[in-house]
């Protein structure tokens, strides 16, 4: 049944539904299920059996079965494990202490600190919320103290702490990666210099911006400074175990020695192994790890399930050629494709967050690239970059209400949204450096894997 009108309807009623605050996962599931119902429906309806008689509860059915079959997504609880220990580890406190040490005669000091640790910290959680709060509990005090403006501080904590979604190994990689069936190891390789680029970008800003306006960040005064070794002594003490899990991590998969998963588990147990060794592993933090595991992977999987219940239903109703059509019909160049895609993903970044971006209006560009001759891992890039946006972009903006919670009255929201502005300008500046270089993204998988051919 071809009705691409009850497919926009459908797709209009779903964003609608979210910002008055329905559960995402559950809401694509109900949108899927029941218009399904009407989009499958053959007549018929003489007994109470005959209701259930519909392919959509078969399509239900196999979407989730698809969901629990898939290995790539195996990774997720793992990666998600591995954030949780190393939280829980008391790892963090010592990085940030001991990089505001050794950055402590540069301008913003605290803020670098901040900066470089939700860096780290994101790589070996990819839990956005995880490491906004912990920041805010860490990083913030010490800069209010400091006398650092409030926007700036709240600034450099929101923008940092999304940097897990970009940086491998990123939980929303792949997500990407099993919705375009796209290869996750060229995927993570694709997104190691846009990452490292942006948060380096994160650290110009702050150390510009902070030399032509002191005010905004006063050099606190240090008092009992412990000497130069044992500075650094402390900094190699607490980065390099994590960095070198990280790298652990990260290098088996883009050395094609394990498979996210399996790198994933190792991961996992590495985590493990550091809290033990920091003397934090006790059985209620392993417990309250597992808990939290659960609970996010078993919304990431109910997300596929809805989602691509819910795309199956708009697809079969005919939205996605109508779309399709619209699109093709406007004999756009390439490059004005690509600015019309971002440009959609980021106004979506004002309600909706990357899930929702991702899963349901990511796929609906992705059979176009064809089309236009755009790589699909250049474009994977490019989105990655734009979905920072919906962790930035009020009135959404995640990263700030994530803040919001943990400080309370300390700040109020409009100054938290105030601080992040400036990220917004720098990560469009990144798409923009990307877009005229692509080989930012497309030299180190090309060097790792070869060329892509499509």
């Known amino acids: 049944m071809t009705n691409p009108e009850v497919a926009i309807l459908m797709l209009c009623l779903f964003i609608f ?6 559960p995402i996962a559950f809401t694509l599931l109900a949108m899927g299920v029941g218009f399904g119902y ?15 008689n519909n392919n959509i509860f078969y399509l239900l059915n196999q979407n989730t079965y698809s969901v629990m079959e898939n290995d790539i997504l195996v990774a997720i609880p793992l990666f998600l494990f591995m954030g949780y220990v190393v939280e829980r580890a008391n790892i963090v ?9 050794a950055a402590r005669n540069l301008p ?7 900066l470089i640790t939700c860096a780290v910290f994101s790589t070996a959680s990819g839990i956005v919320g995880a490491v906004v709060t912990l920041m805010g509990l860490l990083a913030y005090p010490a800069m209010a103290n400091a006398n650092y403006d409030k926007s700036f501080a709240s600034g450099v904590i929101c923008a940092g702490g999304t940097l897990g979604i970009l940086i491998p190994p990123s939980i929303m990689l792949i997500v990407y990666a099993a919705i375009a069936e796209l290869s996750p190891l060229r995927l993570y390789a694709a997104a190691v210099f846009p990452g490292l680029i942006l948060a380096g970008l994160y650290i110009v800003y702050v150390i510009v911006r902070v030399y032509f306006n002191p005010s905004l960040a006063p050099k606190p005064n240090l008092e009992d400074v412990p000497p130069p070794k044992e500075i650094y002594l402390d900094l190699l003490v607490s980065f390099v175990p994590l960095t070198l899990l990280i790298m652990l991590v ?21 985590g493990l192994v550091l809290a033990f060794l920091y003397r934090s592993l006790t059985w209620a933090k392993v417990k309250e790890s597992v808990f939290l595991t659960a609970k996010a992977t078993a919304m990431v999987c109910w997300l596929f399930v809805g989602s691509w219940t819910f795309a199956s239903v708009f697809s079969y109703l005919g939205g996605h050629d109508l779309i399709s059509d619209w699109v093709l019909g406007m004999d756009l160049k390439p490059w004005q494709f690509l600015v019309m895609a971002q440009l959609i993903i980021f106004f979506l970044g004002w309600p909706l967050e990357w899930s929702e971006i991702l899963i349901i209006f990511v796929p609906i560009f992705l059979p176009l690239l064809d089309q236009f001759g755009v790589n699909p891992y250049f474009f994977a890039m490019l989105v990655a970059l734009n ?17 919001k919670g943990v400080l309370k009255k300390q700040i109020e929201l409009m100054d938290i949204f105030k601080g ?14 990307m ?20």
């Open 387 to 403: 979905l920072q946006t919906s962790f930035l972009t009020p009135p959404m903006a995640m990263s700030a209400y994530y803040l």
């Open 420 to 433: 992040i502005m400036p990220y917004l300008g720098i990560v469009i500046f990144a798409m923009f450096l």
């Open 435 to 454: 877009y005229q270089f692509p080989g930012i993204a497309l030299w180190f998988p090309d060097y790792l894997f070869g060329v892509y051919v499509p």
């Open 108 to 114: 913003g000091s605290l803020a670098i600190a901040a």
């Open 17 to 22: 539904l979210v910002l008055l605050g329905f």
């Open 38 to 52: 009407y989009a499958y429906y053959q007549g018929g309806l003489e007994s109470i059996s005959d209701v259930f």
């Open 250 to 270: 990260l290098g088996s998969i883009l050395g094609g020695l394990a498979t996210p998963a399996e790198a994933a588990a190792m991961g996992a147990l590495g």
């Open 93 to 101: 406190d010592k990085l940030f202490y001991s990089l505001y040490m």
